[in-house]
């Protein structure tokens, strides 16, 4: 039985990703999933008109949102929110929670991604030696997605 820590935020409604962690699912029917979403402040956001929310609530929201998307779905065992960095945000929980046996990271398309600006898979792979899977949304994922993130 392997615990994967599934790492993202405005892509966490990806079909990619659900795809990839039924994929894992399929190889191990006993995965468990922890969704860590990091609290990404507002004004970096694609989707979030206003600068006013709190990244931390903005996070809760969104983990919320994908709770219930994966439910039934996929073995998703928690939802947490992290620091606003993502490299720190994934330290912080390895610490408190070791024992993983591999990350999912889900990305924005390339041209957009601050995540991939900073090369996290490669930067986890690195630090932790263990596998990484890297998820990333299709350029044309925005369109259908958007309305359900932002919630208009």
């Known amino acids: ?9 405005e892509t966490v409604s990806n079909p990619v990703l659900l795809k990839q962690l039924g994929q894992i699912t399929a190889s191990d ?4 999933f922890v969704l860590l979403v990091p ?6 956001l694609l989707f979030r008109r206003s ?3 709190d990244a931390g609530a903005a996070a809760n929201e969104l ?4 709770r219930k998307l994966f439910e039934n779905k996929v073995n998703l065992v928690d939802t947490r929110v992290g620091a606003e960095s993502p490299v720190t945000a994934i330290d912080d929980e390895v610490k408190a929670h070791p024992g993983y046996t591999g990350f999912v990271i889900s990305t924005l398309p390339e041209e957009t991604s601050r995540w991939l600006k900073m090369d996290l898979p490669e ?4 630090k932790y030696g263990l596998p990484v899977r890297h998820v990333q949304a299709p350029p044309d994922w925005f369109g259908p997605y958007r309305a359900w993130w932002t919630g208009t």
């Open 1 to 9: 039985m392997g615990r994967y820590l599934v790492v993202a935020h």
């Open 39 to 44: 609290a990404t402040r507002v004004r970096h």
């Open 51 to 53: 600068t006013d929310e």
């Open 123 to 126: 930067v986890v792979r690195a």
């Open 63 to 66: 983990a919320e949102k994908a």
């Open 29 to 32: 029917q006993q995965a468990e």
